[in-house]
């Protein structure tokens, strides 16, 4: 099977077993943004993260510094950078008709510079609705201690 063939399944598989624990929960165009969001942190794609992330993206670090969007999208097309996936534990969930806070805790696990690191960490994403799609616009990661 052509690699882009199986890319394209993979992708779908995902979507298809994401989907329905987030429909209970989310409205389905969010829940497809949140997918696709998860998905392109996972493989690197700058496209896909360039168009969820809004202009006016801003990321607060686990280390308390702040980057913008194209700071944000940086770090993914850093040589060897490779996040891996995790799931959100202790959901938090606050929607409405254009706004929604997604927050919960992960234990976070990327490669970087040649090092692999693991940090436990809440995590909390804004999305908001403009122009008919959903586009994160803030995220904030706090560690988690002991």
Known sequence: MPRQTLLKVIGAALVLSVLPALAAELPADLAVAVEEFDRA?????????????SDDYVLVNS???VEDKKQAL??????????????????????????AVLAGVVRLRWTQDGKQNTRTVRMVHVWMKRD??????????????S
């Open 132 to 145: 008919g799609r959903w586009q994160a616009t803030f995220t904030q990661v706090t560690r988690v201690t």
């Open 74 to 99: 940086a770090d993914f097309v850093a040589p060897g950078f490779k996040m891996e996936p995790y799931a959100m534990e202790e959901p938090v969930r606050q929607v409405s008709s254009d706004a």
């Open 41 to 53: 942190q996972f493989t690197n794609d700058v496209e896909t993260l360039g168009r969820l992330f």
């Open 63 to 65: 280390d308390a510094s």
